[in-house]
């Protein structure tokens, strides 16, 4: 098969959708790849490194989908992207087709073979190609939302562990899942006082045996996130529904019941938000105020990370690049259950009854 790399063009997204050395082992398999010029190098690789595995490196995207069959990115198509993408033509990326109907009709449109990486499913329900994006972007959430909280970045003014003799800062995490739990150590390590919460009484059972003393669970009923609110210093929304738009569990009117200077960081905003006042933002401009409260709602957290990010995701997602390239997209679905919940639209069919019913296709 032959396989393309295009550089990704979305705001401040460095991470690439192959490695040299992922490049290296399909060359070895006896597959093609064509890599866009440049489009290792915000993630440390530079167009030499993929010569000297096996790739050729074309100038321009176009050219780099003019040749594949497949193409691997990191993230959705861009609308300038919408006219290079061919008919019966494989996209393998993050798609979350639930925040955006036009991106979703416009890959009907193309009659292409759109395989999610969000929504690669195992048996367990577990999602491998998002679990180490949501690791990274979990522990992010953190970060930022300790670095907003400074006053000269708008935020109240607070350090997430306190001193000896000032209390901590209060964090509430909305979500025991992958960010949420990732999310819960960082601040957890940092010294603040965390409270997740979560519907699945067996998941929070297992976060609090497995999480620090200074980490409480509490089951998510929107009577207790309101509780929550007067209190927090800084909120992560982790929530997801597999595939789907995320429930806004934080309403606009919510805000008011905040201290001016609380930090809400939306991680779920690449499917919609979990805050209603959420909208995407970019690392250009990462945060907005809304009647006081500062909102983070970077649509690619990990993309400010490409050196640890790419290396976490493509390690994921080649094996099951190498079953694509190797068995052709039909088989690889039908030997491969997990690809086959990834498979949401081909050739102008909508797979996806959550997507159907969201969009009223």
Not at 78 to 105: C, D, M, N, R, V
Not at 261 to 281: K, M, N, S, Y
Request: hydrophobic share 40%; glycine share 10%.
């Amino acid at each position: 098969m032959i396989i393309g790399v295009p550089k990704e063009i979305k705001n401040q997204e460095f991470r690439v959708g192959l490695t040299p050395a992922g490049v290296q082992s399909l060359v070895a398999q006896g597959h093609q790849v064509y890599v866009q010029s440049q489009a290792g190098i915000g993630s440390g690789f530079s167009d030499e490194f993929y010569m000297q595995t096996g790739a050729s490196i074309l100038p321009d995207a176009a050219s780099v989908y003019a040749k594949s069959h497949m193409i691997v990115k990191v993230k959705e198509p861009l609308a300038q992207e919408y006219p290079l993408i061919q008919p019966g033509q494989i996209l393998f990326t993050y798609f979350h087709f639930a925040a955006s109907k036009e991106l979703t009709q416009a890959m009907i449109d193309s009659k292409a073979i759109c395989i999610a990486y969000e929504t690669v499913e195992l048996p367990d329900r577990s999602l491998p190609l998002l679990t180490p994006m949501s690791e990274v972007a979990g522990r992010m959430s953190i970060q930022v939302g300790a670095y907003f909280l400074g006053k000269a970045q708008g935020g109240k003014g607070k350090m997430l562990g306190g001193v000896p003799g000032v209390k901590p800062a209060n964090v509430v995490i909305l979500g025991g899942g992958v960010v949420g739990t990732q999310a819960a150590k960082m601040a957890a390590g940092l010294g603040a006082n965390v409270t997740i919460l979560d519907t699945n009484l067996t998941r929070l059972r297992y976060l609090e045996d497995v999480l620090p003393a200074n980490v409480s669970t509490q089951y998510s009923t929107s009577l207790a996130i309101q509780e929550c609110l007067p209190q927090a210093d800084l909120i992560v929304g982790a929530v997801l529904l597999h595939g789907a738009k995320a429930p806004h569990l934080i309403k606009r009117e919510d805000l008011k019941r905040m201290s001016p200077g609380t930090v809400l960081v939306d991680v779920a905003v690449d499917q919609g938000g979990c805050i209603e006042t959420c909208r995407p933002t970019t690392h250009e401009n990462p945060v907005f105020e809304k009647d006081g409260i500062l909102h983070y709602c970077v649509a690619n957290m990990p993309g400010a990370v490409p050196q640890t990010s790419t290396l976490a995701l493509t390690q994921a997602t080649l094996p099951y690049v190498q079953q694509i390239a190797r068995e052709g997209w039909n088989l690889a679905c039908s030997n491969n259950q997990a690809l086959a919940n990834g498979l949401t639209i081909y050739e102008g069919k909508l797979q996806n009854p959550a997507l159907a019913i969201l969009f009223d296709l």
